[in-house]
Structure formats: C-alpha cells, structure tokens
C-alpha cells in the first residue's frame, strides 16, 4: 500500500487532527502506519485450511481432501482472497515424532485437492498429527501451519479392544496415578480371566513400575502406582501385555498429562489490574490433558475479606469485575469440578496505567473506554495517544486522541474491520503499546451464505438424491468454488463443536495462540450466549501476529529463505570437474516419459532453477549439462529439497484417548466392510513361496549387538525427503537437536549434558561430515537409541544416545546385455547429466460415487459406505449462484448429513449444513 492511499485512509478515521508532537521521543502516527503497511508488503500472510470428507478414518480408508489457499491483499484491503502468491501446497502426515506421508498437491486459483490411502503396511491405530502448509509460509513460525489431530482405528488386525480411564493427583512433588483398563473382544464381550503384566516405562527405557493384574468379569483391570519422578512421568507409557485367544497382545498408554496440576490463569481486560479502576478479569481453567474445567471460587484481599465470587461459563473460563485499591493484594481460592481446590495469586497491581475497556461490538461500531485512574492522569493530562485497530496484519482504523483530561475516555470505532479476531491497540507517543484487547467482529456482509436442498426429506435406500447449492452474498448471488460432504451420521457420529471448520479456521484459530477447545461451538447456532462466550475467549487467548514495538524497531523478519512457487523448483550448480563455477552455462530439464523439457542459464555462480514445472511424482528426471563446449568435464549438483522440521501439535488435546470406544459405530462398520470384502469362493493354489526378506536393522552389526531390542524411534527411509542425513535427522526425529555440526538429545543437552549422539552407518561410526556425505535414497531405515543398552558405545565414544542408519540392500541379479548398458547409461551420463527423481506433485483421484439402477442390496452384505458423497469442485453460476449434483444413498438407514464449505473470489467464506433422512 502507497504511503498517499494509507494518508487518505487515515484522514477517514482520524479522530483529531493535530500538529507534530513537540517531544523529541515522539513518534507521528502515520509514520507507525507506513511501516507496519510496508511490513505488510514485504511478508503478506497465507493460510492453509484443508477440508475433510470425514473427522476420523480407519485402517483400509481413504482421506479425501481439498487444500483452500489463502492470501491477505493489503492494497485493497481485503482478508482471506484466493492467494495467487504460492501454487504449491504440502501436506505433512504425522505419527510418533515421525513423517508417515508427505503430498506435494498442485494449487490453482487458491485450491488444490488430494487424498490419502491408509494402508495397513503405513498405518496403524493411533492418533495422527497432519499439518498444511506453502513454501512461503516456512519463512515464518511454523504455529502459522493448518494444523488438526486427526484419530485412526483399526478393526480389521486388532484383536483386543482397550479402554483406559486416567486419574492422578500431586502433591510435595509426587503424583499418585491410578488407571482402570478394560479389554473386550472384537464384538464387545468382556475379556474375562487373562493374565495383564504391566509397566511403567520411561522415553529413556527406565521402569518406574510394575506389576502383575488378572482381568475381572467385566474385562477391567487396576493399575496404580506413586512416582517422584515427575519430568520422567510425562514422557513415560504405561505397557500392558494380556494373553488373549492363545495370543500375547501388547498396548501402549501415554501418562503425560499424569504429572501435572489443573492450571488456572487470570487475565486483567486490556493487560494490567489498576488500582482504583474497575477492570473485567477473564479466567482460564485447563486440565492436564488440555481441556478446560469447570470452576467456582472467591477472591479474597490481603485482610481476607471476601470481594467477589465467580464461576465459570464456558469450558473452564469466566469474568468478573474488580476494582483494585491501593495497597491490596488479592488472591483466588477455587473449587474445581471434581472436588479439588487450590489457591492461586491473582495478577500484581499497578499503581497508574491506563487500560482499553470494551463496552459493545456491533455491526457498525465498536464502543470502548480508555480508563485509568487519576496517578495516571496528572501524570499524562494534555497528552495525546494512538489507537490501532488491525486484522491480520493490515490497519483498518488508525487515530490519534483528544488531549487527555479525565479518567474515563469513550471511543467510538467505525467498524470498517472484516469479520475476525481485531487487535486494538492504545500506544503511546513513543509507539509502546500500552493496552491491548481483542475482539471478535463478526459481520454477516462479507461472509458467505450457502444453502443446501433437496426434493424431500425423507429418502430410501440407494435412493437417487438431487441436491441444489445456492451461493450469495447478502442478496447478492455469488460465483463460489466449494467442496461437499455427504455422510452417513449413524455411522460417523461427531460433536459438531469440536469440528476444525472453514469459519473456525480461518477466521478465528489461526490468528489465536495455543488449543482452542470445541472451536465451531461459536459458529454453530450463534447467538448471545455463544458471543458472550466468544468474547471471554477473546481474554483469555493471545494473539499470533506482530507487535508494533518490533516494526517501530525494524526487527523485521530476515530476507525469506523461502521464495513462493509457481509450481516445481529444481535448483543447483553447473561446476568444472576442477570445482569452479560454469558462468552462463547451459543447463537442460527432461522427463522422457511425459515429453517434458526446458533449459535455463547458470548465474555468474554456476547456480541454475528450473522453475514452473509440473509432474506427477515418481517420475525419472534428467539433468544435463549438453549444449555446452567440453560439457563432459562439467559436473551437476541437484539440490535437494529441505525437511520442514517436526514440531509438537498444538491440537494434540483433541486427540482420541480410547479410539475403540470413541470411534466404536464406525470401526464396527469397518469391520463389516472387511469381511465382505474378504468373501471368496475356496481355491486350491500350489506354488512356490518366496522367502520373507528380513530388512535391515541394527542387528545385522556386529558393533551394535549390544543395543537394546527395539529402539525408541524407527524412521522409515522411504519418508526421508532432503539434501543430505544430517538434514534429515534434524527434520525427522522432534528428540534430536543440532549444535555446532553436532546431533544431540535435546532432552540432556538442556540438562547440560553436551555429548554428541554416536552415529553409525551400518557398522562404521561416522562424523558430522559423513553424515554429510549419505544419499538419503540408499537408507532403508534410521534407528535412534536413546541409551546404548549394553554396548559399552558411548562409554568409549564419550557419546549419549545412538543412531543407526541402515542402508539398503543391493540385490545383484543377473541382467541383460540392455540391462547392462541401461545401468552403464545411469553411472555414466552423456554430457555431464545426472538422473533424478524429485518429489513431484501427488495424484489426485476421484471420488467414487456408485450409480444405482434398482434398490436392493447386493448378495455380499450390502453398500456400508461412510462417506456417501465427496466432490471437492463445486463451482456455483456467477449470474445465479446455484449449482447441483446429485448421488445414491448407501443401504444404512438413519440420518445423513451433507456439509458444504467455500470461498469466492472476493475472500468470502461459508459453511452450511444440512440433514435428511433415509428409511
């Protein structure tokens, strides 16, 4: 944005006009302005929301997704548009500290779309962290990240089913944890009579307990057990092993949030409690697992007088009003909802600030008071201040105050804000921020209205299904690129609260820090309770964006490493066999298979990109230097791609605990499935069996037979996707940290134990620079060891910890005279080339949808499907804003729930839901 188009703007909304300060320490308010709009064309926001055909899957599913980009256009001021800044979108799969899957989906017009096969030899139960995200978007904190827990069960190879209920208490520094498990079969019955061994078990293999339990007639087992050790306690699991049908089944439970107390927070309305001004104090409950908790308590001075009572309103949280005299201090004791109490220290006092009191957000204003007492006024009578009202990261209201002369100053905002978190900001003359409050705007006209109908309500089995979409904006229809959902309700039960939406997304998560508990509760059938609620949430939750005092001191971010893709970028450098760079040096891109080709020059460094290219993944890709005078002594170096590093889920709270009950409905239609499926007439088959190839491991080394069984982590090698190990080990394994060209545990090197971990390649320990020096392609699997069991490796090495990496087996068979002079073509490349195969973009298939001609079910047990309907590439008419498509219902019976969700190209979003029936 022009610095004359951000003057006019601010000319509409100035409340007084006045001259330059005379402080020499003044800073004049366009100037903060023009810095923060410059900030704003040098590091635009994008988000990344992927929509869902489902909240939960099973081993043998399919994740059917569609990526909406979006972008912040400052110039014109408007949030959320479809971004044509990056057209790349990664989507990252994640189990236990380790990337399962990774997809590179093409974008076009903010859109992309994909999917996600579950299969038995990739997946397993479990509770699977998948984070979106463009190139652009790792310049800055990866908290910026699309970011959902999605749950995975498995009723096809799980034998026993398990439930465990938690509880715990600490006190002196020692926590008593006591768990019930209950074990059932497949069906439901109660495991009855089976031995259960048990354990503690700490990240560092170290038991802290154990035991012996048999189960009772209800299948339940007792397990309790004291510890001191609380840090081990949060990373520890309790194993069971239970000897089920002739069978040993083991199961692992995290205790992690075992070790730890109810936490409870006080935040004073516009950030400080001032003596004698009455202030909104907002309160956050939270369990050790994440979720919030009901209070009730009282505030009490230092004399032990009673000032008020509260409780809380909505998952743990709740205001009050105080107002603070001089020379008290006051404290909370609180009651919790099971039973518990504590006494908590409410926040100091100041004794003169200045604080933002919101009194009323609407459509078209947003009413507040600057309040503060009167040490504060005599101190700064006459003296004027800024306010600063932002979404994202643009200004929408900019001002400067009359001259301070009372202890109340009302304020009227036009609300020129888009729906959203807004960040109000009082600072003073010298650009600190003095108070701050956020809020949440949510205006109908610039939100999308989408509607869903059909014919009737009330259907039949494989009955044909018509259903309309309308699109429009207030009145006005809209052209809109949505995606929907159908889906069978009675087998997908779900609390519509706790759903990740575009609207929750969008407009309120991704601007907000840490767990937001049941976010589409404040969307879904809004009304005064639910904008009461939202507005203690926005109290109680802090705010992701930038701070006014780093862009007045250009702390600005440094240059983005990351550039925007336009599609596939394949970089490198073109060098002598001598090592020195090719200037102006031709460099040739090919995919034979796809008739793929292009060239570029080198810089004056040797470096080339080929930039804007598009093909499938698992294709071959030459690079060559041909073209070139004496090209056969040139050598190429392709870079690889670097690892976008693990970092804990911020949505882990939302996490299943007992899939098998919680996911109950649904794996036991996964489970009729796979039966059906595996219906078959009997055959007699003769034929020679392969032996199994065992794969490399650890074991297969001599110098590492003194290393414990199983390792802590096990890293697939067909997920390692970066330049060089070292990168790899960094990005993969959330443990490990780096320190000058050293891996280390991070978990001791905090301790301040600095010994490097030793790092074998197969059987040969190497350094840093052969860590350097291994092709992630040759390595079948990365083994980390926290501890060296017996070897006696780090005792010798004067080393902590232990990673193997296991290289492939090279398999020798015989081969052709063509084979032969294939593989002498792939050492020995013509004109200096290199063969490739970078990561290109994942396929996306298409949603099947089965058509039926008669209503009756088939003679293997009928259709179960789950997802009825998935088409992510609805696009309504521009004139009219409608659109249809139609399917066939499955053969349950019972509810079924079509989801609708969308972007035009103005950045209106919506979401709507419908229902129907089906008899």
Avoid at 13 to 38: G, N, Y
Wanted: hydrophobic letters at 40%; a positive charge.
């Amino acid at each position: 944005m022009s610095l004359k188009r951000f003057t006019f703007l601010l000319s509409l909304f100035l409340l007084v006009a006045t001259s330059a300060f005379s402080q020499t320490d003044s800073i004049p308010l366009v100037t903060i302005a023009q810095k923060t709009a410059d900030y704003n064309t040098q590091f635009p926001i994008e988000k990344v929301y992927l929509h869902f055909d489902k909240p939960y899957y099973a081993v043998g599913d399919t994740v059917w997704l569609k990526a909406y980009v979006t972008a912040d256009s400052y110039g014109e001021l408007k949030q959320r548009v479809p971004s044509t800044l990056s057209n790349v979108v990664y989507v990252d799969v994640i189990h236990q500290d380790t990337i399962v899957q990774k997809l590179k989906l093409a974008a076009t017009k903010g859109v992309a779309f994909g999917n996600i096969a579950i299969t038995k030899a990739r997946y397993q139960q479990g509770n699977y962290q998948i984070r979106a995200y463009t190139k652009w978007m790792r310049n800055f904190d990866a908290a910026y990240f699309f970011d959902k827990t999605i749950s995975i069960g498995d009723a096809i190879n799980k034998n026993v089913q398990t439930n465990i209920s938690l509880t715990s208490s600490t006190q002196n520094n020692a926590a008593k944890v006591q768990a019930v498990i209950t074990y059932r079969n497949p069906d439901g019955s109660a495991i009855a009579g089976k031995k259960v061994n048990w354990k503690v078990q700490t990240k560092d293999d170290e038991v802290l307990s154990k035991g012996k339990e048999t189960t009772d007639a209800n299948g339940n087992i007792r397990v309790a057990f004291n510890t001191n050790k609380l840090t081990d306690l949060a990373t520890s699991k309790l194993i069971t092993d239970i000897d089920a049908n002739s069978k040993e089944v083991t199961n692992q439970f995290s205790l992690k949030n075992t070790g730890a107390s109810i936490d409870l927070q006080f935040f004073p309305e516009g950030g400080d409690l001032i003596t004698g001004v009455a202030s909104k104090v907002a309160f956050k409950a939270i369990q050790p697992n994440g979720m919030g908790i009901d209070v009730k308590g009282s505030v009490t001075d230092n004399t032990g007088a009673t000032v008020v009572d509260f409780t809380s309103q909505h998952l743990g949280m709740g205001v009050f009003s105080l107002t603070p005299a001089a020379g008290k201090t006051y404290k909370a004791t609180v009651t919790f909802a099971d039973g518990s109490k504590n006494t908590y220290d409410l926040p100091k006092v100041s004794a003169q600030d200045l604080t933002i009191s919101i009194v009323n957000v609407s459509h078209q204003r947003i009413t507040m008071n600057l309040l503060c007492n009167d040490a504060f006024l005599q101190k700064n009578k006459g003296k004027r201040f800024y306010l600063m009202a932002t979404n994202g990261q643009a200004i929408f209201y900019a001002a400067q105050t009359a001259p301070l002369d009372a202890t109340t100053y009302p304020v009227l905002l036009p609300n020129k804000m888009p729906s959203g978190v807004t960040k109000i900001t009082v600072l003073g003359s010298n650009g600190d921020a003095l108070s701050e409050r956020l809020v949440f705007v949510n205006k109908p006209d610039d939100q999308l209205a989408l509607t869903l109908t059909t014919p009737k309500t009330v259907y039949t089995s494989r009955d044909k299904v018509v259903m309309s979409v309308m699109a429009k904006n207030g009145a006005q229809p809209v052209e809109a690129d949505l995606s929907v959902t159908v889906l069978d309700e009675t087998k997908v039960p779900f609390d519509e609260n706790s759903e990740t939406t575009i609207l929750s997304y969008l407009l309120l998560t991704s601007d907000l820090k840490g767990y937001i508990e049941k976010p589409n509760y404040y969307f879904n059938n809004a009304n005064d309770k639910t904008a009461a609620d939202l507005d203690v949430l926005m109290l109680t939750q802090g705010y992701r964006r930038f701070a006014y005092k780093d862009i007045i001191a250009n702390r600005l971010p440094v240059q983005p490493k990351f550039l925007a893709e336009d599609g596939i970028t394949i970089t490198g450098t073109l060098r002598t066999s001598a090592g020195v760079p090719i200037n102006r040096g031709n460099v040739n891109f090919e995919i034979k298979d796809r008739r793929i080709s292009t060239n570029t020059t080198t810089n004056t460094v040797g470096e080339f990109a080929f930039s804007k290219l598009y093909f499938p993944d698992s294709l071959q890709a030459m690079v060559s230097a041909k073209g070139n005078a004496n090209s056969n002594n040139f050598m190429i170096l392709v870079d690889n791609e670097s690892a976008q590093p693990i970092t804990p889920s911020i949505n882990a709270p939302a996490a299943f605990v007992n899939i098998d009950s919680a996911m109950r409905p649904y794996l036991q239609n996964s489970k009729k499935v796979a039966d059906n499926s595996r219906v078959l007439n009997e055959v007699t088959i003769r034929a020679n069996v392969a032996p199994k190839v065992k794969k490399p491991s650890h074991a297969d080394n001599s110098s590492l037979t003194g290393l414990s069984a199983f390792a802590d982590h096990t890293i697939d090698g067909s997920t390692l996707v970066c330049p060089t190990m070292f990168d790899c080990l960094m990005g993969s394994v959330a443990g490990l940290m780096a320190d000058q060209n050293n891996l280390y545990i991070r978990r001791y090197y905090q301790q301040g134990d600095q010994r490097p971990v030793a790092i074998y390649l197969n059987n040969i320990m190497l350094d840093y620079a052969g860590l350097r020096s291994v092709d992630p392609k040759t390595v079948e699997s990365v083994e980390v060891f926290m501890n060296d069991g017996v070897s006696g490796i780090n005792r010798m090495s004067n080393t902590n910890g232990v990673v193997v990496i296991n290289s492939k087996r090279v398999e020798t068979p015989k081969m052709s005279k063509d084979q032969i002079t294939a593989a002498l073509e792939d050492l020995m490349p013509a004109n200096s080339g290199v063969k490739i195969k970078p990561k290109g973009f994942s396929a996306a298939r298409t949603f099947y949808s089965p058509r039926y001609d008669v209503t009756k079910e088939s003679a293997i047990g009928g259709d179960l499907r789950t997802t009825i309907y998935w088409n992510p590439r609805i696009n309504t008419d521009k004139a009219t804003g409608a659109t249809s498509f139609d399917f066939f219902n499955s053969d349950g019976k019972g509810t079924y729930r079509a989801i609708v969700e969308g972007i035009d190209a103005n950045g209106n979003i919506g979401r709507s839901v419908y229902r129907y029936k089906v008899q």
